[in-house]
Structures are given as C-alpha cells and as structure tokens.
C-alpha cells in the first residue's frame, strides 16, 4: 500500500490524483494518491504538479510543507511535472524564482516562447517500447544536468525529461492525457 | 484526441493544448492590469496570469461610450514586464481584433461583454485560432454555445466593475442547478434539454456525464475581496478573475497577496479571518438595481 501525495496549492492537481490512481490499477498494487495543502503527512511519493511555478512556489513557501520536503529530500521519490519540474531544479535560468533544489539541473522558464508555440507531439522516451504523447504548454527545458543524472527524453532544443536517483522531472504533461505510462514508471521508482 | 504518430510533427493550437493551457491556471487568480508596475504588483503577489488593459471595467463603466481592444502597445509593454501568462480582451465578434491580439502573441483571449459588441449576429468562430479564449456565461446554455465555438475557459460573467458579487453567484448558481438537472436524464431527455437551452446535446451529454463544465471554469464579474472569491471557490468555480478589486482597493499589493491566499485556503475559515484582517477599504460597489437596464454589461452576448 503506498500513498502518493500531490501538492495541490495551484495548478493540474486533480489529473495527477486521477492519473496516479490508473496508473495504480493498471500495474495491480495497492494505493492512493491524495491531494496535498498544509503537510506533507506520511506519503512515500510526492508529486509537484504543472501550474505557474511563479505561484506554486510562493503558496508552498507559506506552509510548512516546504520545510518537510526539503528535511526528506534524500529519501522521498518525487516527480515534478512542468512547473513541478522547475521547483525540483538546483538552478532557473535568467529567473529568481525559489525553487526546492531537489535535483541538479538548470532549467529555462518558458524556453519555448509563449502559449501560440505551445505544442503536442510523440516522444521518444529511454526504457519505453513505444513513443509517449507528451503535451508541452508555456514549457521549461532542462539546459543542464549533474553527473549523476540520466536523460531520458530530448528533443532538437534541449532536453525534456531527467531522472537524478529517486527524482523524476518532466517539462511536459502526461497527466493530461490518458497515458499512464509515464505515472507507472515513476510509480516504480517508489517502494512498497 | 488522435495524436499524429509523426515523431517530427509538432501540432499547435490543438484543443488539448489550448484547454490544457486553461488547466495550468486552475486553483489561481487572474487580475486586471492596466500598467507594468500593476502587472508586476500582481506577479509578485501570486497572480497566475493577468489581464492587459488600457482601464479596469470600473473605469469602462464610468467613462461611457464604446470600449473597445487596449492599445497593442500597453499589451506589449505589460508581456515585456512580467513571466506570467498575459491575456488581453477584444470585442464580441470582433475578428480582426482577435487576430491583432494573437499576432502580438498574448497568452489567451477573452472575448468579453466587458467591451461593446462588435457583431451583432456572431461570437467568434474561436477553433479558426491557435491562441486559446474564454468567454463569459449566465447560464448552461451560454457556456456550451461558447465551447462549441472553441472557448478553452469559461467564466461567469458577473457584473464586472459594481465590486458586487450577486451577480457571479447568480450565474454561478444557474449554472450549478442546470448540471445538476442533467444527472439521471436518458438520451431523449437531455436532447429535450439541449433544445430547451439552446446548447449542443454531445455537450449537454458530456456535462451530463461528468456534472461539471467540460473546460475550466472560473468565476468573474464583482469579487471585491479575499471573502468573495472564497465564496466563489466554495461553489465549486476553478479559480477567479478580479477585476476592479485589486487596483481599485485602498492597498493594491496587500488586497492581491490577501486573495491568492483566500483561493489557496478557501475553505478554512480561520486562515480566511486572518487572511482578511487590516486591508484598507475595498473598492467601492454599487448595487445592481441602480444601473439602468441598458448598461447591465452581462446582457451583452447571448
């Protein structure tokens, strides 16, 4: 039986419960995913959903979940979608805003320009049989990664889905479409 | 949604990435700016998004005539300032206005009753563009006629610019009793409903389905403070618009910070008090009776 947490200060909150909780199903283990506001409570994963990270990080701040995060930053997995995948960086590019530095990356705010370059596509993923459908909106990429990082995707302009350990971030958003697949990999990084 | 199998394909403005857009900003507060200092006021505050114009609707309302789109300069300085998504308003019906604004490139548009129509038959026809729009709804009706015509948000209209929420609720109830009446109703009912409200029965029977809208719904038209957009969380909308309520308040920054936090923490009553305490005055209101038939902005659209 594991929980999964997702912060839900602001953003696409309600398509990771729902996505997790497939994703639970499909692979046959016990869980649940609940929705995140003032603690951090027992959860074994944690998730940072897509929103403004601008937004998400100043809500986060004001609660002592912040805190928690950052005292269980070794062993708690946690996948960060998007914004999510902002607030994981070490590093923003050209941008103050404060992030948890979960994983060493520099990510760039809205590399791709504003939401009329926002875009679906196919992607590639390591590990995956099949192309994943990855849907990009006012995305970040990741312009660096630690030595302890692993690339999973990337596309001509840089880099859109890393693994450092037990961190997972994404530029794009699974949880809007009916693939779990993505939600089940990261669920196999958790642990029973 | 078929996605293309096309490993090279990119595919911009689709529905999915157009109503995700909108789905980025639930949980959030959109404000109305008229100058990069407001826009960044609101950023710094814990905006989602703002709105670019060249007069907040209180200001509309009072200086009478024909409001039409904000100058593209005042949009383009205000994108210039802030990292947040920037959303503009054009006309109802005005094409050519919408295209200006999604030639400039701001992040959504809303075809809004807050400006004087400018097409007397039609609203835009919104599934011709890649930028995303919201639009404004008393009713059920309303809403799913938006969404056929590709509205990736909806909002209720309220009566923007009074700082009087009777009229957000109003349509937030309408609209709230309207899904609900779908629930349990077999194919001929709904399209007897359909019918009735003047909405596009595959909608009517999604919405049935899901008892929700099937965009992101948020509420406008009146919320004055951290109390009233509470309020609006409370009865289930998925974010709010202020208008007025922001820079027409004593203290801008303070009664910005105090609504993101109202949104955030809607249903805990204790935060709410504190959230609430020591503002400064709100924006004036006015009481909907007082404005003449003619210039009730809600009327405008259909």
Do not use: Y
């Given at each position: 039986?594991?929980?999964?947490?997702?912060?839900?200060?602001?953003?696409?909150?309600?398509?990771?419960?729902?996505?997790?909780?497939?994703?639970?199903?499909?692979?046959?283990?016990?869980?649940?995913?609940?929705?995140?506001?003032?603690?951090?409570?027992?959860?074994?994963?944690?998730?940072?959903?897509?929103?403004?990270?601008?937004?998400?990080?100043?809500?986060?701040?004001?609660?002592?979940?912040?805190?928690?995060?950052?005292?269980?930053?070794?062993?708690?997995?946690?996948?960060?979608?998007?914004?999510?995948?902002?607030?994981?960086?070490?590093?923003?590019?050209?941008?103050?805003?404060?992030?948890?530095?979960?994983?060493?990356?520099?990510?760039?705010?809205?590399?791709?320009?504003?939401?009329?370059?926002?875009?679906?596509?196919?992607?590639?993923?390591?590990?995956?049989?099949?192309?994943?459908?990855?849907?990009?909106?006012?995305?970040?990429?990741?312009?660096?990664?630690?030595?302890?990082?692993?690339?999973?995707?990337?596309?001509?302009?840089?880099?859109?889905?890393?693994?450092?350990?037990?961190?997972?971030?994404?530029?794009?958003?699974?949880?809007?479409?009916?693939d779990v697949r993505i939600h089940q990999y990261f669920l196999n990084m958790v642990e029973d | 949604m078929p996605l293309d199998l096309d490993l090279e394909g990119l595919m911009y403005g689709t529905e999915l990435v157009k109503r995700g857009f909108a789905k980025m900003q639930k949980g959030g507060v959109i404000m109305d700016v008229t100058t990069p200092k407001e826009a960044i006021t609101a950023e710094e505050a814990g905006a989602v998004a703002v709105m670019a114009l060249e007069r907040v609707p209180a200001d509309i309302r009072t200086a009478g005539g024909v409001a039409r789109m904000a100058d593209p300069k005042i949009i383009r300085d205000i994108m210039d300032a802030v990292s947040i998504p920037v959303m503009a308003k054009c006309r109802i019906g005005h094409i050519a206005e919408a295209r200006i604004l999604e030639s400039i490139g701001v992040d959504m548009i809303d075809e809004s009753e807050v400006l004087t129509p400018a097409d007397p038959f039609f609203h835009i026809w919104k599934h011709d563009f890649t930028t995303p729009f919201v639009c404004g709804a008393r009713d059920l009706g309303e809403a799913l006629r938006r969404i056929h015509e590709g509205a990736a948000m909806i909002r209720t209209k309220g009566e923007a610019g009074t700082g009087n929420i009777v009229e957000a609720v109003r349509h937030r109830r309408m609209i709230l009793r309207q899904i609900r009446e779908l629930r349990d109703k077999d194919e001929n009912e709904l399209m007897e409903v359909a019918r009735k409200i003047e909405a596009p029965f595959d909608l009517a029977k999604e919405t049935a389905k899901r008892q929700r809208l099937p965009v992101v719904d948020f509420a406008a038209g009146g919320i004055a403070t951290p109390a009233d957009a509470a309020l609006m969380m409370q009865l289930g909308n998925d974010g709010v618009f202020v208008g007025s309520g922001i820079f027409k308040s004593a203290n801008p920054s303070k009664m910005a910070k105090a609504i993101v936090d109202a949104v955030a923490n809607y249903d805990d009553p204790a935060a709410l008090a504190e959230i609430s305490r020591g503002l400064g005055k709100a924006m004036p209101g006015t009481n909907i009776d007082e404005i003449p038939q003619g210039e009730r902005l809600q009327e405008r659209g259909w």
């Open positions: 039986m594991i929980t999964v947490g997702v912060t839900a200060f602001q953003g696409a909150v309600e398509e990771h419960l729902v996505a997790v909780e497939r994703a639970l199903h499909h692979l046959g283990r016990e869980g649940r995913a609940v929705p995140l506001r003032k603690t951090l409570g027992d959860v074994d994963a944690l998730i940072v959903p897509g929103g403004e990270s601008t937004t998400i990080s100043a809500l986060m701040q004001k609660t002592g979940m912040w805190r928690e995060i950052l005292d269980r930053a070794e062993e708690l997995p946690v996948m960060g979608t998007c914004a999510g995948c902002i607030l994981l960086a070490t590093e923003v590019v050209d941008d103050q805003v404060p992030t948890l530095g979960l994983m060493d990356m520099a990510v760039e705010r809205n590399a791709f320009g504003r939401q009329n370059q926002s875009f679906q596509c196919m992607l590639e993923v390591a590990g995956f049989s099949d192309p994943v459908p990855g849907i990009f909106i006012r995305a970040p990429l990741i312009r660096r990664v630690g030595r302890d990082c692993q690339v999973l995707a990337a596309m001509d302009q840089g880099m859109v889905m890393a693994r450092c350990r037990n961190k997972l971030a994404l530029v794009f958003h699974p949880e809007l479409t009916e | -």
